[in-house]
């Protein structure tokens, strides 16, 4: 059974930082596309960041324009994990934090392009 589990999270004010962790179990995720997404009360889902297989041990990364430049992705192969490390919070970061994983090749930032999801995580900023 494929499993995506999400922690870390939490609250931070604005300005601070935070990590959340994704631990991928039930297949081996070495060669697919994971990332994150979020959505915030009332709004859609949003592309945050993903990493995708493009040979060897080498990932490409993509994030979303909202993000780029304050979070980092970082993934470990060898234990299915994906972590995000976000810099510089601000309160419109807010919002429940999504794990996904998939054979995605194109259009990352498209949540149809994912196969599995985890719970989510709440990311919570305050001003």
């Known amino acids: 059974q494929v499993q995506l589990v999400e922690s870390g999270g939490g609250l931070a004010q604005a300005g601070g930082s935070l990590r959340a962790s994704c631990e991928a179990s039930?297949?081996?995720?070495?060669?697919?596309?994971m990332g994150w997404f979020r959505q915030a009360s009332g709004k859609e889902r949003e592309f945050v960041a993903a990493?995708?297989?493009?040979?060897?041990?080498?990932?490409?990364?993509e994030y979303g324009d909202s993000v780029k430049g304050r979070f980092t992705l970082s993934r470990n192969s060898a234990e299915n994990t994906l972590d995000l490390q976000m810099n510089s919070l601000k309160p419109e970061d807010t919002a429940v934090y999504y794990c996904a994983a998939g054979a995605a090749q194109v259009e990352l930032a498209l949540a149809a392009r994912y196969d599995y999801w985890g719970q989510g995580t709440q990311v919570t900023v305050s001003s």
């Open positions: 039930g297949t081996t995720f070495t060669r697919s596309t």
């Open positions: 990493s995708k297989w493009i040979g060897g041990n080498t990932y490409y990364v």
